[in-house]
């Protein structure tokens, strides 16, 4: 079955220093969605990709983050610096463009923690 | 201003019995819910789903009841298994936006 991968699974890294995580979205989902899930709460969206174009990073934190989605595939997810209010669940999803509600179908998630 | 609310944190259930996870909304602009499912070091799960214009999608032993004169919607479990405890996510989404507004989620466990 069809999966969404990401890496690292787990990140601890200092304050100020740079990170960056990596998806890999299910073939053929033109729709990339990067979450960031703060421990009780829900997934919250960072960056909509339709194929390689931005389509929505209005909660994305631009001063330090940043996402690219080259050749419509693959996507990198960058911090820097890093504080320690950015420790958090990275999530990655994709969808088809024939989900009938929008079906997102997410990987495993990077851990991050900021000491 | 969240929009999705799951205002019960954590919920237990015997098993066997039904489990009962409840959500609420605001945005009367949502045409389409969404329950996901997550265990631990794990990413969500899609579970079921729903649109505005039915009240009720059921699949196996999960249903999804909508009431949209109340903005609100609950997932059914039934019965519940020890297998079925994990956080459980409400979302909600507008057809032509293709994002979704999730609630902060219900942990649910099943005792045996």
């Known amino acids: 079955e069809a999966e969404v991968a990401q890496s690292p699974r787990y990140k601890i890294t200092e304050k100020s220093q740079a990170v960056a995580f990596w998806c890999d979205p299910i073939?053929?989902?033109?729709?990339l969605y990067w979450y960031r899930q703060i421990l009780g709460q829900g997934p919250e969206l960072l960056v909509q990709?339709?194929?390689?174009?931005?389509?929505?990073d209005s909660q994305l934190p631009k001063d330090r983050f940043s996402a690219e989605r080259l050749k419509g595939v693959d996507s990198t997810l960058k911090i820097q610096p890093a504080e320690l209010g950015d420790s958090a669940m990275y999530l990655c999803a994709s969808s088809s463009p024939g989900a009938s509600y929008n079906e997102q179908f997410f990987g495993p998630g990077t851990r991050l923690t900021v000491l | 201003d969240q929009q999705v609310k799951q205002n019960s944190p954590s919920l237990s259930v015997q098993e066997g019995r039904i489990s009962i996870l409840n959500c609420d909304y605001t945005n009367s602009m949502f045409d389409y819910f969404l329950w996901y499912k997550k265990y631990p070091a794990e990413g969500p799960t899609f579970l079921i789903s729903?649109?505005?214009?039915?009240d009720k999608n059921e699949d196996g032993r999960f249903t999804v009841f909508l009431n949209k004169s109340a903005k609100h919607l609950s997932l059914h479990i039934v019965p519940s298994q020890p297998g079925d405890s994990a956080v459980y996510f409400c979302a909600a989404g507008i057809g032509s936006a293709r994002q979704l507004t999730f609630g902060s989620g219900t942990q649910l466990t099943v005792l045996p």
């Open positions: 073939s053929g989902h033109a729709t």
């Open positions: 990709f339709q194929d390689e174009s931005v389509v929505d």
């Open positions: 729903i649109s505005s214009i039915k």
